[in-house]
């Protein structure tokens, strides 16, 4: 069982974020809304910038401590914000973040730049979160007509670029989705089944955390464990979705690394 805290709860200043009095309220409402002792994976659900880490960091190791709590991780951090999180549970002996829970898909792949390295260098499982990007890879969107209702129209209301239709109508998206779609007919499968399918082939994901509304969702998603991308579709997803170029510094990163690839190997 897993759930999340930091969100916005209340009109209450003190309702939110990474505060010890925060945490503790939170901990405690949601062991009542899910009627258990405790919860397996207590996770913060954003960074917050008006609370020094160390006491964010304290408090949810007493809730490990205490029971109430099994693992301890986070979501939507930057890199360095995720680092220096590890790095000080590392030296004051604090139970540390054991799982990311960032976005990452075929149409967010500035994942990889770097929180999945840290991840990898510190034994973090990845648990994608909007692995369909709202619907967008599953083929549901057409280029002629923004959809009246669902999340990509909710996030034009809102202004937020994560499914944002205006913001991800173009070639690139249009461009990709037709290699999906391509790959999918080849596998008699469904464009969700290989997004899906990409990632979970990705040897740093632990698992995407998928979102259905029907049975026959479920049944679709739970499809894609048994579909292989060969490597030369694999391929073919990475080059249609890298962003390119990416970037600085991430640009001259990627010129160094194809120099210096022969001596790597």
């Known amino acids: 069982?897993?759930?999340?805290?930091?969100?916005?709860?209340?009109?209450?200043?003190?309702?939110?974020?990474?505060?010890?009095?925060?945490?503790?309220?939170a901990v405690t409402d949601s062991l009542i809304r899910l009627k258990t002792s405790y919860i397996d994976l207590y996770q913060m659900?954003?960074?917050?910038?008006?609370?020094?880490?160390?006491e964010t960091l304290n408090t949810l190791n007493d809730l490990v401590r205490g029971g109430l709590?099994?693992?301890?991780?986070?979501?939507?951090?930057?890199?360095?914000?995720?680092?220096?999180?590890?790095?000080y549970a590392k030296f004051s002996g604090l139970e540390p973040y054991v799982s990311l829970q960032p976005q990452y898909s075929l149409l967010c792949r500035s994942t990889e730049y770097e929180l999945i390295p840290v991840c990898q260098q510190n034994n973090l499982g990845v648990l994608p979160w909007s692995p369909l990007k709202g619907g967008w890879l599953s083929g549901k969107y057409t280029k002629d007509q923004q959809p009246e209702e669902g999340r990509v129209n909710w996030a034009e209301k809102k202004g937020w670029l994560t499914t944002?239709?205006?913001?991800?109508?173009?070639d690139f998206t249009w461009n990709?989705?037709?290699v999906i779609k391509r790959i999918a007919k080849d596998h008699n499968a469904t464009m969700a089944q290989v997004s899906l399918r990409w990632m979970m082939q990705k040897p740093y994901v632990t698992a995407p955390i998928i979102g259905v509304r029907?049975?026959?969702?479920?049944?679709?998603?739970?499809?894609?464990?048994?579909?292989?991308?060969?490597d030369e579709e694999m391929k073919a997803l990475d080059e249609a979705s890298e962003v390119n170029p990416p970037p600085y510094p991430y640009d001259s990163m990627k010129r160094m690394y194809s120099q210096q690839k022969n001596y790597l190997e």
């Open 1 to 25: 069982m897993a759930t999340k805290f930091a969100g916005k709860m209340s009109e209450d200043h003190n309702d939110f974020g990474g505060s010890r009095k925060h945490i503790i309220d």
């Open 176 to 178: 990709l989705l037709d």
């Open 214 to 230: 029907t049975v026959e969702q479920l049944h679709e998603n739970v499809g894609s464990a048994f579909i292989n991308l060969t």
């Open 164 to 170: 944002n239709y205006s913001y991800w109508n173009t």
């Open 45 to 54: 659900h954003s960074f917050d910038f008006t609370v020094d880490q160390k």
């Open 69 to 87: 709590v099994r693992y301890i991780g986070c979501s939507n951090f930057t890199a360095s914000q995720l680092q220096y999180a590890l790095d």
